[in-house]
């Protein structure tokens, strides 16, 4: 949040929250919001409930502070995952955060990557999904690695349309890993689905949890003959030992967006800002 406020030459807006010994949280506004246009910058990292409710009660106490508009600027949207209902008797988790969000009071949503585009119809009101193709790519861009000699990888079937628009961006093929899984978070068979001998392949995704997936991608994929293989991914939730993992792992480089603090630094995660196109796409709000 101080970093968009940077961007926009802004202060931060001043409140304070905290929870009660009964464990209820409690929010106040520490300054007049009464016909603003209030921005709220709330991730929904773990633990994701306890954001989720922080999140809600502010925009409680905004709405009933007369602000004019509530805008929720959410970099990692929880539940993203649970948007649609794949077995009986399971929720559409996302869509309960859409209704929630609404009953609450805001106007407005805008978040980056999520898991499914299709979430964006969840919500009655206008939702701003951002990008990180917008800061990876200008990345790219700036390394030492020729366009003919680059590849991109899914590491799963659900990826292959943010792969393919990297490589169509770049002018560049992709190639695709297909799983099958034994469980939730644990994987039974790889298979990689065409040629990366000699390439530099880079892996694309837009959430990392637990890193099982994406390190036996990188496996599969530099057994079979390629010069490195890196990957990009927009989330780092890296839950449980993921940033082990990936240390251990024979990719060259995560690189991820800051929707969600490192649990530590690793030298081989690069972290790039999301701040510069938070802070354009208030700006451009700001002008409707």
């Known amino acids: 949040a101080q970093e968009v406020c940077d961007k926009l030459g802004l202060p931060l807006g001043q409140s304070e929250s905290f929870k009660f010994d009964n464990d209820n949280r409690f929010v106040k506004i ?5 016909e603003q246009d209030v921005y709220i910058v709330q991730t929904t990292q773990p633990p994701v409930n306890e954001r989720i409710m922080e999140l809600l009660i502010t925009i409680d106490a905004l709405k009933r502070a ?8 959410i970099p990692y949207f ?10 009986p008797r399971v929720p559409i988790a996302a869509k309960l955060m ?5 009953t609450a009071g805001v106007s407005r949503v805008i978040t980056i990557d999520l898991h499914a585009d299709q979430i964006q119809g969840f919500f009655d009101i206008p939702v701003d999904h951002l990008l990180a193709s917008s800061i990876f790519i200008p990345y790219l861009r700036g390394q030492d690695v020729a366009t003919e000699d680059l ?8 990826g292959t349309k943010r792969a393919s628009q990297y490589a169509k961006t770049l002018g560049t093929g992709f190639v695709m890993c297909y799983k099958q899984r034994n469980k939730p978070n644990e994987i039974g068979t790889m ?4 040629d990366v001998k000699g390439k530099h392949v880079i892996l694309v995704d837009d959430i990392i949890d637990t890193g099982n997936t994406l390190c036996k991608a990188a496996e599969l994929i530099n057994e079979c003959g390629a010069a490195s293989v890196r990957a990009m991914i927009t989330h780092p939730v890296l839950s449980g030992d993921a940033i082990e993992k990936i240390e251990k792992s024979c990719m060259k480089e995560l690189i991820v967006t800051d929707t969600i603090p490192l649990k530590r630094q690793s030298d081989k995660i ?17 002008k409707c």
């Not at 859409?98 to 609404?102: G, Y």
């Not at 690069?270 to 700001?286: G, N």
């Open 270 to 286: 690069k972290v790039l800002s999301t701040a510069s196109i938070f802070a354009e796409a208030i700006r451009r709000v700001e």
């Open 191 to 194: 298979q990689l689905i065409g």
């Open 98 to 102: 859409a209704d929630l969000l609404q």
């Open 30 to 34: 520490l300054e007049t919001v009464r």
């Open 151 to 158: 590849l991109f990888a899914s590491p799963d079937v659900g």
């Open 78 to 87: 929880g539940f993203a995952r649970q948007d649609r209902k794949d077995k």
């Open 66 to 73: 007369s602000a004019k508009r509530i805008i929720a600027v």
